[in-house]
């Protein structure tokens, strides 16, 4: 007799499969509390009998109590990214200009700083011989060049040290200073480069009596 | 009750229900069942209650548990029983072949009482005295990792379908949204809920047995 599960009532609304069990669909509605009377009470009689119908809602029950968990989680994970973006959008939103400007600022000075500091190319002094003038060819260097100049000083009085002065073609001082007397003649070096002319570099006693002039053609 | 012999109710039957008969009864059928049953009780026949807990007390622990927790689950369901038989013995029961009914209606009524038995205790009692048993409703750790295999399982699930079928399962299972709702709202038929949800459960139960299986060779190897 109790070989056979009584069939769910001859008014039952709820859906039933074939075998007069309850559906999946009414098992899954009684465990998230959604079947109201009288389904629910024909569904809750039901399983008073049915251990077939009991084991499938506990597995119903595990089912949706596992979905719900995932959803939630998903759902506040999503929150999370979305809350955590809108904060940084608004963030850049408000400032961006302002960091931008900032940068560009920064960038900008490390350059200007960069090229302040950086040094003058290191290059190598222009080197030239100069002669007696009168009657020796005229020597040339390039404008701008520092000048590593040797004079020939054969013939003139021996002196250790000789005033120095290089004039423009129109007598104008443009150097003047010191230099020593070596084997070969003197070795002058001049720091600044000069521009474009003819110029005389003279060398003299130390009574400032003129001794040689040399000319010297920068292009 | 006097001369109401309870050593077969008190002492715990195999609850074992046969399994049940695919074609099923007839409703016509079951009645006659359950009024047959109910004469034999009336006449504290030992074989009828013997029937009644091997019928019912399965699905009544099951009930009771669900609604309660495992907490004295027994004595629950030997109280249930008891007023069960009692009230059939005083002829209470008018319509014997509602004896499913019947019983499904004194669970319900010991589930609110115990519920409300509990929410009397707690507004009464300050503190608890010492040396009380407070039950822990919290899962054992196996319980829990198993609770969390499954929701990673189903994390699996939710992550493999698009982001509108996602958001259409979360609507139902974690909004609780009725269908009709979320079919108007998200521009679905009913058989297309349906199907969504029945691939869901499927690739759920899928990987649940893949997970399973995975394991059992690694326990094997």
Known sequence: MWGSVPHLGSGAVMQTRKSGHASDEA????????????????????????????????????????????????????????????????????????????????????????????????????????????????????????????????????????????????????????????????????????????????????????????????? | MSGFNTEGLSAPLETSVTPADPSGSSPETAGTHWVDLVE?????????????????????????????GPQ???????????????????????????????VRTVVRRQVAAHIDQAVHTRRQQVGLETGSVVVDLNRNPEQSAIQQQHEQIAQRVLHSISKRDREILTRFYLLEQPQEQICEQMNLTETQFRLLKSRAKARFGELGKRRLGRRAAAHCS
């Open chain 2, 40 to 68: 034999r009780i009336k006449t504290q026949d030992q074989s009828g209650m013997e029937e009644l807990y091997k019928v019912f007390s399965r699905g009544v622990r099951f009930y009771l548990c669900r609604q309660l």
């Open chain 2, 72 to 102: 004295d689950l027994e004595d629950k369901v030997h109280d249930t029983f008891l007023i069960v038989v009692q009230a059939v013995c005083r002829g209470e029961l008018r319509e014997p072949e509602r004896l499913m009914g019947f």
């Open chain 1, 27 to 219: 098992l899954e509605k009684y465990a998230m509390h959604s079947l109201a009377e009288p389904a629910l009470a024909e569904i809750e009689e039901h399983l008073l009998v049915c251990s077939q119908c009991q084991q499938q809602l506990d597995e119903i029950d595990t089912y949706v109590s596992a979905m719900r968990s995932a959803a939630k989680r998903l759902d506040q994970e999503d929150e999370s990214r979305k809350h955590y973006w809108t904060h940084v959008s608004r963030v850049l939103t408000f400032r961006r200009f302002g960091w931008a400007m900032a940068v560009t600022a920064l960038v900008l000075g490390a350059v200007a700083w960069r090229i302040a500091t950086k040094p003058d190319r290191v290059v190598e002094p222009f080197a030239l011989v100069l002669e007696a003038s009168r009657g020796s060819g005229i020597q040339h260097a390039p404008e701008g060049r520092r000048l590593a100049l040797r004079l020939d000083t054969q013939g003139l009085a021996s002196f250790s040290s000789y005033p120095l002065e290089v004039v423009d073609e129109s007598g104008h001082l443009q150097y003047e200073s010191q230099v020593r007397a070596e084997q070969s003649g003197v070795r002058a070096s001049l720091p600044v480069g000069l521009h474009r002319g003819t110029y005389f570099i003279r060398l003299y006693s130390p009574s400032r009596e003129l001794l040689r002039e040399y000319g010297l053609q920068i292009d």
